[in-house]
């Protein structure tokens, strides 16, 4: 017996140091999780339960790439944020057991049809043709907790052509890391080579071809994208 149709490759990321590859399954987002953002995106930041948001494998690309501008849209935004990539399975977890399901960490670019994306929130229907299309999470190879520890607090910014466009600290959080695996586990069962994208500081903006974006983030790792 097999497949009807040509199996398509699992997408993946480096694994920092190492020659292996960590294998990504789904990527879930989690929306205006930094309250400077929140307020730049006009809501506000008080404290109400984490919202997620969907993109598919394929979504992904693994650095060294280039980031094609999509179609489509005339307005595509960076968003920059610390990724957990979960390495363990697993509903309903408690904050406290929630780091023992993260394999490790990567930084990542939550690229938007801000556009799309908007006139979506008018017409009360679905993100996805703003956030879920192709390539549209670049991300750095995946530093494991075992090296790295867990992160909860040191410099995340991006610069868009050399200059300084986002920059905040990872303890401005306002669900960390841990609230936010037990949250979601409430709502999808968890499955290793999930990633978790964490959230964008404010100073979100349009890119154009041939711009160079440049994230870094404190001891987990760093990311170069050309736009073209």
Known sequence: MGYVITLQPVPTLPVSGTADL??????????????????????????????????P?????????????PSASHDVHYEFELVAAI?????DIRVEDALNYIYGYAVGLDMTRRDLQLQAQK???????????????????VAAASKIGHPKKGPIW???????????????LIWNVPEIIAQLSKLFSLTPGDLVFTGTPAGVGPVQRGDILHGFIEGVGELT????
């Open 22 to 55: 960590f294998p990504v399954n789904r990527i879930f987002c989690v929306g205006r999780n930094y309250a400077d953002h929140a307020r730049e995106m006009g809501h506000d930041p008080e404290r109400e339960p984490p919202f997620f948001f969907l993109k």
């Open 57 to 69: 494998g394929q979504a992904l690309l693994p650095e060294g790439r280039d980031f094609p501008y």
């Open 87 to 91: 390495g363990r399975g697993g509903t």
């Open 123 to 141: 017409m009360a229907r679905p993100w996805d043709a703003g956030k879920a299309f192709d390539l549209s999470a670049p991300c750095s190879a």
């Open 158 to 172: 991006l610069e868009r052509n050399g200059k300084r466009v986002q920059s905040s600290d990872l303890s401005t």
């Open 225 to 228: 994208v050309r736009v073209v």
